[in-house]
């Protein structure tokens, strides 16, 4: 199996930036399309940003222009550049990989969660 590991959340002002990592470590596998989620207080989660293994990215409407996904696939990571940051970016912020195995199966992986806080 293939683990996720996130980091670079924190407590930020608004109008300041974060960039989150997502690291991929394990054995005979390949990335596929990956992305971030994220989940607020009492809030379903939502899908902020997904990138292909072409890299072609894609955006939740209330981060477009703010937020930018970035992958380098010689090292199984994928990167959140958060910029503009407003309070309402508050949540925890989940990593997403669809992973392909040696055998030729694919399967979803998740990241632990790294929270993301801005203050007003």
């Known amino acids: 199996q293939v683990q996720l590991v996130e980091s670079g959340g924190g407590l930020v002002q608004a109008g300041g930036s974060l960039r989150l990592s997502c690291a991929a470590s394990?054995?005979?596998?390949?990335?596929?399309?990956m992305g971030w989620y994220r989940q607020a207080p009492g809030k379903e989660r939502e899908l902020v940003a997904s990138?292909?293994?072409?890299?072609?990215?894609n955006y939740v409407d209330s981060v477009k222009g703010r937020f930018s996904i970035f992958r380098d696939n010689a090292k199984n990571t994928v990167y959140l550049q958060m910029s503009s940051l407003k309070p309402e970016d508050t949540a925890v912020y989940y990593c997403?990989?669809?992973?392909?195995?040696?055998?030729?199966?694919?399967?979803?992986?998740w990241g632990q969660g790294t929270q993301v806080t801005v203050s007003s």
């Open positions: 997403n990989a669809a992973v392909r195995s040696y055998t030729g199966s694919s399967y979803p992986s």
């Open positions: 394990g054995s005979g596998f390949s990335l596929l399309g």
């Open positions: 990138i292909t293994s072409g890299g072609n990215t």
